[in-house]
């Protein structure tokens, strides 16, 4: 299926989530001169307006980046992930907001490598038209399930895959899972990103169960929950599975979750940041 766009959830709480623990990750991979790559399965268009229709559909980014956009202070741990967003909006009117590739971009360095794949045609050509004219980034219009066979391992020993699907189709689920355990299976020193949405709490339990069968070990499990858990149609909350998880990085979570939980769902207060398996 192909109907999924992100440009009409681009820049929501989910994405504040997903986006800040990334650039929290690159943060730890610049620190040393060493090259990093970065795999991303489903990249989406690289690039969203939030003041075109798509976004002002529903606006979902109103609780979310718009929050945090203005402020004149926030924590150390939020900095890397509004630095990057700001560097997308030099004139500081927040009009675009940076998917996961451009976000990637801000930190890639001459010697660094970026492979992303994306099936949806239109996605695919904006995020060809992006980076036309940078020499480190390799694009495929292919299935991103299958690079994490054809991709993997990398030559460079150090690197970022983010896996991130629409979760359209229900097997995706379970096949997410799969495919993650496989492109560990075959990079064992990269530091994983799965995503996922919390919409059926069931889903999330098996998923977790599947990991915790896999025996791997080093496990990361955060998430952000806006409203309790429904079996209503819609997205209460969002979430990371990370493998390999940079020693720093579950520290500094259990101070940006709070605030995250302060600023977008005072209502509601649920987060979790726990290794659903240890080292």
Not at 162 to 190: C, H, V, W
């Amino acid at each position: 299926m192909l109907s999924y766009r992100h440009a009409f959830h681009a820049g929501n709480f989910a994405d504040v989530l997903k986006h800040s623990v990334l650039c929290l990750c690159l943060e730890h991979l610049i620190k040393k001169e060493k090259p990093y790559f970065y795999l991303d399965t489903h990249s989406g268009a690289g690039s969203y307006s939030l003041t075109q229709a798509k976004a002002q559909q529903n606006q979902e980014f109103l609780n979310g980046i718009s929050q945090l956009w203005q402020l004149t202070t926030s924590p150390p741990e939020l900095q890397p992930y509004l630095n990057a967003i700001r560097a997308t909006n030099p004139k500081k009117a927040l009009s675009i907001y940076p998917g996961s590739p451009l976000l990637v971009q801000h930190y890639l360095r001459d010697h660094d490598y970026m492979r992303l794949y994306e099936l949806h045609p239109k996605d695919h050509d904006k995020l060809k038209a992006l980076f036309k004219k940078v020499q480190q980034i390799r694009i495929e219009q292919s299935d991103g399930f299958a690079a994490l066979k054809s991709a993997l391992p990398p030559h460079i020993k150090r690197g970022i895959v983010l896996i991130d699907p629409s979760y359209e189709i229900k097997t995706e689920y379970k096949t997410a899972i799969m495919q993650l355990i496989e492109g560990y299976n075959r990079f064992s020193t990269g530091i994983f990103l799965l995503w996922y949405p919390v919409v059926q709490r069931n889903r999330i339990n098996k998923m977790e169960q599947q990991l915790r069968d896999s025996k791997i070990r080093n496990i990361l499990q955060v998430e952000h929950c806006i409203a309790p858990d429904s079996s209503e149609h819609g997205m209460t909350g969002s979430g990371l599975l990370i493998i390999n998880p940079p020693w720093q990085l579950h520290s500094q979570l259990t101070k940006l979750l709070p605030f995250l939980q302060e600023k977008l769902s005072p209502q509601y207060n649920r987060t979790v940041c726990r290794h659903l398996v240890p080292e």
